[in-house]
């Protein structure tokens, strides 16, 4: 089967600065992380806080370099960042991110209409009107109407502000789209809405979801394959309905065992489980 | 004012009723609760469920009387038959110091990150005129018993040393020590990890239990609610939409917003398109006049625009609702979800 | 399918009537001062009855009168159009302050703050030498070396004022840098420079503009201690902390008009422009 | 950076070794600071325009006698090694010789203004302490005062030293006769009298900056969510306000003071000037248009090390007052 | 004199009664004096460096000249009992006997030798190229014979100034580079001792109880000497009586003052002037004679002298003072300067029409001041007003004082400027002294004047001793000086002074900086 994207023996390793009574160091955040996404495919990364999650995400995006290990996309590695103007394009289109907090993923001084066309502007060689059109496309595509498309981010809501980002992320028709906790910060009811119109769009477009969260519902909702990952390691992968309803690892029974819903009690396991 | 729990002649440790506020913003007052009435008797736990801005938060500081300045409370807050917005200062500081005790959502901005936690946590027993040594012994005993191993190093150590769990059960520990017959909990758990939540939300329940405390929950999370709860009221706009006991609140719900919130959870065990209630959360002042769920409500008729329903009790539940019964077992969604879905068998993954 | 309600959110015209009118009165006083005494700097000619540098050795020191409504300074000079002349070099060398201090201060920040690493630090460590300089050193040695009048001074405390807006540009534009709104540019292939101007800078601007017009007011004072001192802009020409400075001889022989006309325009033009710079701040906090 | 230790240092433990890691480092950027400050002094001063050998020698002094001038002062020399030359006699306590004041150590010129500005300084910083504290603290803890005490104070630093100068000796000194008009006096209680007013004039803008400050950061803490919790569990109001909030605030406040005391130093000059006081500003002042290089940098390094000791023991003061500093990044 | 008596000074300010002594002071002591210092505090005491107004009144209280000044500037003996010249190139100088310095040790004429020899050497700042007298010794135990290279009757004159006091040789050579500092200060055996110098702050002169000259023995057993360069801080201390007089007060205050009930101002005859000088007659608007001439013209030095004197001046029409003239030629000189009166008397008309013709209408003028001066920032404005009237606009230059200085010694820093204002003050009442700077090339204040004639009359003239005599020359010198149109003095200050009513006694004409007026100062009964 053909891979869209390919993450092998990924890791990173963050420079700690000395502190008090403690030296210098270093933060292992993501350590032999290996995966695979197939094209069109929706693959989930769980795990708790501080897990390693965002940091892969940021690294598969090009945010972050990795310490080692090797990013593919279609076989090919990703090429390094900043590497001038016609390839730092080329990798716009490739792959996208959303990102959770939708208040601050979008600039407050620009409309959602002129920041979406800034993005068409500056890859693409249209004319205005061609320019408007597809932007008016986008706007349905994520249930955005004129009105709100016209409108600053401060006008819209918490659930409007993420179509909108969802929105900028496919105008460029990237392959991937990294969706880093993209629906943690909304209210349940338009958590709802989003999953749904990422389900659709998934449909349509054919775009390939790497999908962050910690909200195991929400990753059954939304992927085929899941990672779980704890403290910068992969613990279990596999089809999402597998780990999920038959999960093998110690770590992943913990967690899921933790999920309220009904006729759950909340049972207490080690004692100070917590550290300093 | 029917009492619709309690037994007629017992009065419930905490009544709520018709409770209206207002809080000046720029000059000009916004309304912030509308109606919200429950009751909470005593060691019993109440789950306050909402979205965000519903008022969850706004109804406990009315409880705490610790309201921004200027604003205007209508209706009754009774605290074992006493009004709390009407006590004079000693009343009330006796009230936070002895009655009630509170735990919030984020730890970490709900304790002077100055101070010590052993500072914070004897501080209100000092101001007790309990001896030092006193009041180092038992804050030491009862974080023992939130499950913090090395407490007295603990009680050393600032708050930015100690990761959220570990805060969360010491704020837990601190609502103990003044031993209050009412706790109110807002959102303890939201910034944890599953896991730690877990942890914390078994402590919690574990004391409380231990000693007959009311408790008052706010979650967003209605299983979690459940699973905590003896009823569980649920607010939208400012307003109490519905009351039930929490044990079959998934199968009985009468409110078209309760229901469709239960719809709108992805579930851990199986897949399904989800209902989307449409539209975003109202805030209380946008509502209009009628149900301030109306504009979301897909069986919202006429009526519903114009005229707000009270709170009433249908079934065993409280519900404001004006087609509460027509609607009753009725309410299913084109998603081709339905309301039986809670009937379905639950398996245990672990 | 999906429903989506569209809920009309922007501010509609009524609401922005009602804001118009709970616009606070400081606030109005506070442009109002402003603008009336940019409008007096620019028509001086117009509103003052003399010529303020025309001596006249007959009416030397003379008192308010209906002539000369604060009387005549030492030499005979109008005091009252003094002071409204005053208002041209006093406004126009804050004005200039503020602009370059501004423009070096912001430039500096964005750019520290975009490529980071060494730049950033070699910035950071001689903003903080610059902050070591107290603006009236820097005043006295642009003096000596371009000479007293308006360019030495203005010089200087650009040079003086520009690690302040630096310091505060650069730790916001540092928080807006790592906001996922930069992060998404940068990821749909948008180049440095363009985030810089189109993004940062926008962003950045409100708390620019409160930090400008609250630097307005200091540049205002310092300045005026810097003609105090004889080493700002020179006689004959008309400057408020000149004017306090000249006035003072006879303010001790009993005729307070020249030190307090001039003192009061500064006090009152300071407090308008803190005030203003007061309100912008917050706004740009409410906004951030 | 990394130090090597005698190994007797490693007894220390860790959080010590941090420390004084911490402690040397801070040292250093100050000592950076000073110095390329003091030399951007000297170079700003060479490229000025005069020539102080032509004020030594007067107006009918021969070329030849200018030259001969110019080699005393040394000012035949490259700018750098005359720079260095000043700068290695500091260690010995030689702060060269004044061109303006002939033949006079620029120590013993500076030894008495120091002392005069220095308690002028003094003054002024426990003024603005005093009262700017209690303005703030009345505005921050009392709704009521908070709207007359934003306005007091904003018009209160709105006043320049140099215009309340003279208003304040026509009042207090001609009018009244309570305080010498003039001068610095001479011992304790004299020289207290004789700079009540300039330290009020001084102090005046700065002790309503530190107003604002301490009503806003009183206010701000007061409607932080921890006090909110500490008035929860029903602590007295006054508990609260003293443990928790003008605690907290006081991180903001001492910064600000720092910042004020730092400043005033060389903002002392105007006031000076105003009383007729020859202090340091004043000396600065003149000595800067005289191009008299060993005095201009001794004072122009004074004010700079002055600044430079605050903002650190701002900073170490800050350390003590939020533990989140005491570690790296203030995480656990 | 007036003192106390004077009341409040004239009643028309435009023209004050001028007094050079105020009544004699009560043979009682004061316990302490304290005197603002209004040109601010000395840069060094050490007589080499007497040229300023401050360092001369402490110098001469401190220490002996070697010739004594009395109010109306005659020469009187003093530490020199007598002088002769035995030739054209030698001067005999007869030393007094029992002089004591402060330590006790006798003044002598090596001490007096010494001191000259400083004065004659290249340290000192009084000098230049002018100076005529090459070298003095100690010729007998008191007497000193000084050298020439030729006869100069100035030099005479000059030993009245403090930069010809005596300081004793043993102490100022163990005393090095510290003599006249703050630290070091001197040995001499005037009327004063030195107590202590806070710099910035305070000099500090004890009574020297041992002082050889009844006429001059301190009232006071103390004197404070306080800096106040700020005019409004003088005045203020002077209001409050927080300091108990002052020379050197500026014009600026004199209103301030007269209203204070409890002290008078003075005004004394001074040999100050106040010049404009053309620093550029080769090039630029002023190459033009006739627009110089117009521009003196166009000047009301009545008004400067008014306005910025308050009155407490004279206008003056030529180069040279009246305080300058030889007295035995009083009436020639008064004579010359009627004349030059009529030439630059203020007509605007005049001005006007010589302005007619030429093409320097409309043309900038750069004036130099200096900057921090209150009087010669006004004088430029009133100078910039009047300029306007004949069509030409004058641009104030104020420079820091280093770059004024610069200014006359560094044809450089000339560049561009057209004329420059001065304010200053001779160390003789001789013409030849101001007239040697400004006519005669090769000095500091000469801005390009070379004329072999006026040179030939300035030779000639410091050769002949007698004032009658030497008057035509001088009068030559001036008038070649004149009718070109380089410089001309505007006004001749007064000497304004201000004393509490509780002291009398003070010199009150110039001669106070040379004489030791701090010690007549007493209370008047
Ligand atoms: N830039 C960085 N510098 C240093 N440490 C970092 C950096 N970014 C992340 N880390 C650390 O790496 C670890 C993994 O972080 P990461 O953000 O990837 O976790 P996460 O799984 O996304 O957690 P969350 O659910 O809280 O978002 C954490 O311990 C974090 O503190
Ligand atoms: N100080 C305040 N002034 C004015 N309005 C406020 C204030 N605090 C909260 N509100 C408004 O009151 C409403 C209810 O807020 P509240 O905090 O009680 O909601 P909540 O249910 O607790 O929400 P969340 O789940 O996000 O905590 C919201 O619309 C909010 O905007
Ligand atoms: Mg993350
Ligand atoms: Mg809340």
Redesign the interface.
């Known amino acids: 089967m053909s891979e869209l994207l390919g993450l092998e023996n990924l890791r990173k390793v963050f420079p700690v600065?000395?502190?008090?009574?403690?030296?210098a160091g270093e933060l292992v955040a993501v350590d032999d992380v290996s995966f695979t996404l197939p094209p069109g495919g929706s693959l989930a990364v769980v795990g708790e806080s501080g897990s390693g999650k965002t940091t892969v995400a940021r690294m598969v995006a090009g945010l972050e370099t990795p310490t080692s290990g090797r990013i593919t996309l279609d076989g090919e590695p990703r090429e390094a960042a900043r590497a001038g103007r016609g390839a730092r394009k080329a990798r716009a289109r490739q792959i996208q991110m959303v990102f959770q907090d939708p208040y601050t993923s979008l600039d407050a001084k620009q409309t959602i209409e002129a920041a979406i066309e800034e993005l068409l502007r500056a890859h693409f060689d249209w004319d205005a009107d061609r320019r408007r059109e597809r932007v008016a496309q986008l706007l349905a595509q994520v249930g955005l109407d004129k009105r709100q498309g016209g409108a600053r981010p401060r006008a819209l809501s918490g659930g409007q502000r993420q179509r909108a980002a969802i929105a900028r992320a496919l105008a460029l028709e990237p392959r991937l789209l990294i969706l880093d906790e993209a629906v943690a910060a909304l209210d349940v009811s338009v958590q709802a809405q989003i999953i749904n119109l990422l389900a659709d769009l998934r449909a349509e477009t054919g775009v390939a979801y790497l999908f962050i969260s910690h909200d195991l519902g929400v990753v059954r909702q939304i992927s085929d394959d899941c990672v779980v990952m704890h403290r910068g390691r992969v613990v279990e992968a596999g089809r999402t309905t597998t780990v999920l309803d038959d999960p093998q690892d110690p770590y992943t029974r913990r967690l899921l065992s933790a999920v309220p819903r009904p006729g759950w009690v909340p049972r207490r396991r080690a004692t100070s489980g917590a550290s300093? | 004012m029917n009492s619709w729990l309690n037994p007629p002649g017992a009065d419930p440790l905490v009544r709520v009723s018709h409770l209206r506020l207002d809080i000046p913003v720029r000059g000009e007052p916004r309304r912030v609760l509308h109606d919200v009435s429950f009751e909470v008797g005593a060691g019993e736990a109440l789950g306050l469920v909402g979205e965000s801005g519903s008022g969850k938060s706004m109804t406990t500081r009315v409880l705490?009387r610790?309201l921004p300045?200027g604003a205007a409370t209508d209706g009754d807050v009774l605290f074992d038959g006493t009004s709390v917005t009407g006590m004079d200062r000693r009343a009330?500081?006796?009230?936070?110091?002895?009655e009630?005790?509170?735990i919030?959502q984020?730890p970490r901005?709900?304790?002077?990150?100055?101070?010590t936690v052993g500072a914070f946590l004897t501080?209100?027993l000092r101001?007790a005129k309990v001896s030092r040594k006193e009041a180092e012994e038992r804050a030491v005993a009862l974080l023992r018993e939130v499950g913090i191993t090395d407490a007295p190093r603990r009680m050393r150590q600032?708050p930015?040393?100690?990761?959220g769990g570990l805060l969360q059960r010491v704020m837990i520990a601190?609502a103990m020590l003044?031993k209050p017959r009412l706790l109110i909990a807002d959102e303890p758990t939201t910034a944890l990890d599953v896991t730690t939540q877990e942890e914390v939300m078994a402590i919690l329940d574990e004391q409380r239990r231990e000693r007959g405390l009311a408790l008052v929950f706010i979650t967003h999370d209605l299983d979690l609610a459940a699973a905590v709860t003896d009823r569980i009221a649920v607010m939208y706009a400012g307003t109490v939409l519905e009351t039930a006991a929490s044990a079959n609140l998934h199968e009985t719900a009468l409110h078209p917003y309760t229901v469709g919130l239960l719809a709108s959870r992805p579930s851990t065990v199986d897949v399904k398109r989800l209902w989307a209630i449409p539209g975003r959360p109202v805030s209380a002042f946008e509502a209009g006049p009628g149900c301030v769920f109306a504009d979301r409500c897909p069986f919202a008729q006429d009526r519903c625009g114009t005229e707000r329903p009270a709170l009433r009790t249908v079934d065993d539940h409280q519900v404001a609702c004006h087609r509460a019964e027509e609607l009753r077992g009725r309410i299913t969604y084109e998603t081709g979800g339905d309301a039986d879905r809670a009937h379905d068998e639950q398996t245990e993954p672990v | 399918m999906t429903a989506v309600t569209s809920t009309p959110v922007t501010a509609a015209p009524s609401s922005r009537l009602r804001r118009w009118r709970k616009v606070d009165p400081v606030l109005i006083l506070s442009v109002l001062w402003c603008a009336l005494t940019v409008l007096v700097a620019v028509a001086a000619p117009l509103l003052a009855p003399y010529d303020p540098s025309q001596t006249d050795i007959l009416a030397a020191a003379q008192g308010p009168s209906a002539q000369h409504w604060f009387g005549t300074d030492a030499v005979g000079r109008d005091i009252f159009s003094r002071v409204l002349y005053g208002a041209r070099l006093s406004l126009l060398g804050p004005a200039l302050v503020v602009v370059i201090a501004t423009t070096a201060g912001t430039t500096l920040a964005i750019a520290a703050v975009w490529f980071g690493g060494w730049f950033d630090r070699v910035l950071t460590?001689v903003l903080?030498?610059a902050?070591?300089?107290?603006?009236?050193?820097l005043a006295?040695?642009?003096?000596?070396?371009f000479g007293p009048g308006l360019t030495a001074p203005v010089v200087a405390l650009a040079v003086a004022y520009t690690p302040y807006i630096a310091r505060v540009v650069r730790s916001a534009a540092l928080r807006e840098r790592h906001l996922p709104y930069i992060e998404s540019c940068t990821l749909a292939g948008l180049s440095g420079p363009r985030i810089c101007v189109r993004h940062i800078l926008p962003n950045v601007l409100p708390l620019v503009r409160a930090q400008a017009v609250t630097s307005l007011?200091s540049s205002l004072?310092d300045l005026?201690?810097i003609s105090?001192?004889g080493?700002g802009i020179q006689p004959p020409n008309a400057e408020w902390?000149l004017m306090?400075?000249d006035g003072?001889t006879a303010?001790?022989n009993g005729s307070?008009q020249e030190?307090?006309a001039a003192?009061f325009m500064?006090?009152?033009?300071?407090?308008a422009f803190?005030?203003l710079g007061?309100r912008l701040a917050e706004r740009a906090e409410v906004r951030a | 950076m990394t130090l090597t230790l005698h190994p007797a240092v490693s007894r220390f433990?860790?959080?010590t070794l941090?420390?004084i890691?911490a402690i040397v480092r801070r040292l250093a950027?100050a000592v950076?600071?000073?110095v390329?400050?003091t030399f951007?002094?000297y170079a700003?001063?060479a490229?000025?325009?005069?020539?102080?050998a032509?004020?030594v020698?007067?107006?009918?002094?021969?070329p030849q006698?200018i030259a001969?001038i110019h080699h005393e002062l040394g000012l035949d020399r490259p700018l750098v090694v005359r720079y260095f030359d000043w700068l290695s006699g500091l260690p010995r306590g030689d702060l060269g010789q004044s061109t303006?004041?002939?033949?006079?150590?620029v120590a013993?010129?500076l030894?008495?203004?120091f002392a005069?500005t220095a308690f002028l300084v003094v003054y002024a910083a426990l003024l603005i302490l005093l009262l700017g504290l209690l303005l703030g603290v009345l505005g921050g803890a009392f709704?009521r005062l908070n709207g007359p005490m934003a306005a007091l104070t904003?018009?209160a630093?709105?006043?320049?030293?140099?215009?309340a100068a003279?208003?304040l000796?026509?009042v207090f000194?001609?009018g009244l006769?309570w305080f010498?008009?003039?001068?610095?006096g001479?011992g304790f209680t004299d020289q207290l009298h004789h700079l009540t007013l300039p330290a009020l004039a001084l102090a005046i803008?700065w002790c309503a900056w530190l107003a604002q400050i301490t009503r806003t950061a009183l206010r701000t803490e007061k409607t932080?969510?921890?006090?909110?919790?500490?008035?929860?569990?029903?602590?007295?109001s006054a508990?609260v306000f003293r443990?928790?909030v003008l605690?907290?605030a006081a991180?903001p406040i001492s910064t600000v003071y720092g910042l004020t005391v730092a400043?005033l130093?060389?903002?002392a000059?105007?006031v000076e000037?105003?009383?007729?006081?020859?202090?340091l500003?004043?000396?600065?002042?003149r000595s800067?248009?005289?191009?008299d290089y060993d005095v201009v940098l001794a004072v122009?390094s004074l004010?700079?090390v002055a600044?430079?000791v605050t903002t650190q023991l701002v900073d170490a003061l800050h350390t003590v007052?939020?533990?989140?500093l005491?570690?790296?990044?203030?995480?656990? | 004199g007036g003192g106390g008596a004077g009341g409040k000074g004239p009643s028309d300010p435009a023209k004050p009664k001028l007094v050079s002594q105020l009544p004699a002071a009560a043979a009682k002591d004061v316990d302490h004096l304290t005197i603002g210092l209004p040109k601010g505090?000395p840069?060094?005491i050490?007589p080499l460096?007497a040229?300023d107004y401050s360092t001369d009144l402490v110098i001469s209280n401190l220490c002996d000249p070697i010739l004594r000044l009395t109010p109306d500037f005659d020469l009187k003996p003093n530490v020199a009992t007598s002088w002769k010249w035995t030739d054209k190139k030698t001067l005999v100088l007869t030393i007094r006997k029992g002089i004591k310095f402060w330590d006790g040790k006798d003044l002598t004429a090596e001490d007096v030798a010494y001191s000259m020899e400083r004065s004659l050497g290249?340290g000192?700042?009084?000098?230049?190229?002018?100076q005529l007298a090459k070298s003095a010794s100690a010729s007998g135990p008191y007497e000193v014979t000084v050298k020439f290279t030729s006869y100069d009757e100035q030099f005479v004159k000059q030993l009245a100034a403090p930069s010809y006091a005596v300081i004793e040789k043993a102490w100022a050579e163990k005393a090095g580079?510290?003599?006249?500092?703050?630290?070091?200060g001197l040995m001499c055996s005037g009327p004063f001792k030195f107590g202590s110098w806070?710099?910035?702050?305070?000099i500090e002169l004890e009574r020297n109880d041992a002082y050889w000259n009844p006429a001059y023995k301190a009232h006071a057993r103390r004197v404070t000497l306080?800096?106040?360069?700020?005019s409004?801080?003088?005045t203020?201390?002077l209001?409050?009586g927080?300091?108990d007089g002052a020379w050197e007060v500026p014009p600026a205050v004199i209103s301030s003052l007269k209203s204070v009930k409890s002290g008078s101002l003075h005004y004394g005859p001074a040999f100050q002037y106040l010049e404009l000088s053309v620093a550029d007659s080769t090039s630029g608007p002023l190459a033009d004679k006739s627009v110089r001439q117009a521009l003196f013209k166009a000047i009301d030095r009545k008004g400067i002298a008014d306005v910025v004197f308050k009155g407490a001046a004279t206008p003056n029409y030529t180069s040279l003072p009246p305080s300058s003239r030889d007295k035995g030629a009083e009436d020639l000189y008064a004579a010359a300067a009627r004349e030059y009166e009529k030439a630059n008397a203020y007509d605007i008309d005049a001005a006007k029409k010589l302005m007619a013709s030429s093409k320097a209408k409309g043309r900038t003028l750069k004036l130099v001041t200096m900057?921090g001066d209150e009087t010669q920032s006004q004088v430029a404005q009133l100078i910039q007003q009047e300029a306007k009237v004949i069509g030409l606009s004058v641009a104030i230059d104020a420079r820091?004082?280093?770059?004024y200085?610069?200014t006359?010694?560094?044809p450089s820093?000339r560049k561009g400027v057209d004329l420059t204002l001065t304010v200053g003050y001779n160390q003789t009442t001789d013409p030849l002294e101001l007239l040697g700077f400004l006519a005669v090339p090769g000095?500091?204040?000469n801005f390009g004047f070379d004329d072999p004639v006026a040179t030939k009359a300035y030779n000639t003239a410091r050769g002949i001793e007698d004032p009658r005599e030497r008057a035509p020359y001088v009068l030559t010198l001036q008038k070649r000086f004149q009718s070109s149109y380089h410089d001309t003095s505007l006004v001749a200050p007064y000497e304004i002074s201000y004393f509490s009513d509780k002291l009398t006694g003070a010199t009150t004409s110039m001669a106070y900086m040379f004489t030791p007026s701090l010690a007549l100062l007493g209370s008047p009964s």
């Open positions: 600065r000395a502190a008090a009574g403690e030296p300093a | 705490m610790l300045h009330l500081r006796r009230y936070r110091s002895s009630v005790a509170m919030y984020d901005a709900a304790i002077n990150p100055v101070s501080e209100a101001e600032y930015h040393q100690l990761s601190s003044t | 460590r903080d030498i902050f070591a300089f107290p603006p009236l050193l006295v040695l642009s003096v000596v070396l007011g004072l005026g201690a105090f001192v080493l902390g306090v400075s003072r303010l001790l307070p030190s307090l003192g500064i006090i009152i033009t300071v407090v803190n005030m007061e | 433990s860790g959080r941090w420390r890691r950027g950076l600071t000073v390329v400050a951007a002094v700003a001063l490229a000025a325009p005069g020539d102080p032509v004020a020698a007067g107006p009918h002094a021969t006698r001969q303006v004041y002939r033949n006079s150590s013993d010129l030894a008495p203004r005069t709704r904003s018009v630093l709105a006043i320049p030293g140099f215009v003279p208003i000796v026509s000194a001609l006769g010498p008009a003039v001068g610095a001479s803008g932080s969510e921890h006090v909110e919790t500490a008035t929860g569990r029903g602590l007295p508990t443990r928790h605690r907290n991180i400043g130093l060389a903002g000059a105007v000037q105003a009383f007729g006081i020859d202090g500003g004043s000396l600065m002042l800067v248009s005289a191009k122009a004010i700079i600044f430079v007052l939020d533990p989140r005491r570690t790296k990044d203030g995480r656990p | 505090e840069a060094s050490d460096q040229i290249p000192a700042i009084t000098g230049g190229p002018l580079k510290n003599l006249g500092t703050a630290k070091g806070t710099s910035g702050s305070a306080k800096p106040l360069s700020d409004s801080a003088l203020q201390a209001v409050s927080e300091v900057a820091q004082p280093l770059q200085g610069d006359f010694v560094n820093a000095s500091a204040y």
